[in-house]
């Protein structure tokens, strides 16, 4: 059976990267799936929504219409399953996201509770590189993230701490010379890395990275595979499949603590399946 929902929001992601490649790897579709997507949409609507051509993809003109039709249809759907429901019996969908670390670790303790009161609720579940995750929910491609929270939120959104979790330097197991003199394997962006970026600088020093993967996964098997020393979240090096082979360097002081939200959109709040899950969440101190 079709999902129209998802048909229009897989439309709408593209129209805005205006890269099918982008579009494919953030909302979990295989190329050819997402060109089929397309095709149908345009099957349908009578006119061609995006053109193809040595300089890349744009939207034609009936796009850019297609385009606000989708956002409109999208928010009425959700406006019109939302209004007034009983809250004992909520139904729809609610797209989540978060690493595979936080989906092994923090969500069926964290999700337990909405589970439980409201088992008619289908959970999306959404995974991929934890530096993207607040700007996935900004851009309204998931309702809820469970990630690190920076000293401060854009504005748009909010967030409750539910784990804090502290990062440490790790290195392999059998490296003969295993301390914090490099070189380095770093996550390419995200808040782990400006943590790291800090530690060093109060240090008068700088990192010189060797590697910088965009995943704490992918980092830890450099790291085990002896490419250098990393820093990861505690709570990453306790989940990995490769911990057994790693150690970890002592730092003093260790870097800042490492603060683990549920974050959602402010105006989202107002929404009943966003409202029931941020109520039976419990925050941490």
Do not use: K
């Not at 069926?108 to 934890?130: C, I, K, N, S």
Request: overall charge neutral; charged content about 25%.
């Amino acid at each position: 059976m079709r999902d129209d929902q998802r048909e229009l929001r897989l439309f709408l992601h593209l129209a805005q990267t205006l890269n099918f490649g982008r579009t494919s790897l953030d909302c979990h579709v295989s190329p050819a799936t997402l060109t089929r997507t397309v095709q149908r949409l345009e099957a349908e609507v009578g006119h061609r929504l995006l053109d193809r051509g040595p300089r890349g993809v744009s939207l034609t003109a009936e796009g850019h219409r297609f385009r606000a039709y989708a956002a409109d249809a999208l928010e009425l759907w959700r406006s019109y399953r939302e209004e007034h429901p009983d809250p004992a019996e909520l139904t729809g969908s609610l797209a989540v996201f978060a690493t595979v670390t936080a989906c092994q670790a923090l969500l069926p303790d964290l999700l337990a509770p909405f589970r439980a009161a409201h088992p008619q609720v289908r959970l999306d579940l959404r995974t991929g590189d934890a530096a993207a995750a607040l700007a996935r929910l900004d851009e309204g491609e998931v309702d809820v993230a469970v990630a690190g929270i920076p000293a401060r939120l854009p504005e748009p959104l909010v967030g409750r701490t539910v784990a804090t979790t502290e990062l440490v330097f790790v290195t392999a197991r059998d490296r003969p010379d295993p301390g914090l003199d490099g070189p380095f394997v770093l996550p390419h962006r995200g808040l782990v890395r400006e943590a790291a970026d800090r530690w060093f600088r109060a240090r008068g020093r700088t990192a010189g990275a060797a590697a910088e993967p965009d995943g704490h996964e992918g980092l830890l098997t450099l790291v085990a595979l002896g490419c250098g020393t990393g820093v990861v979240p505690r709570l990453v090096l306790d989940n990995s499949a490769v911990r057994d082979r790693l150690s970890v360097v002592p730092a003093d002081p260790p870097p800042e603590p490492f603060p683990i939200g549920l974050c959602v959109r402010r105006a989202d709040l107002r929404r009943s399946l966003v409202a029931a899950l941020w109520s039976l969440s419990t925050p941490r101190a």
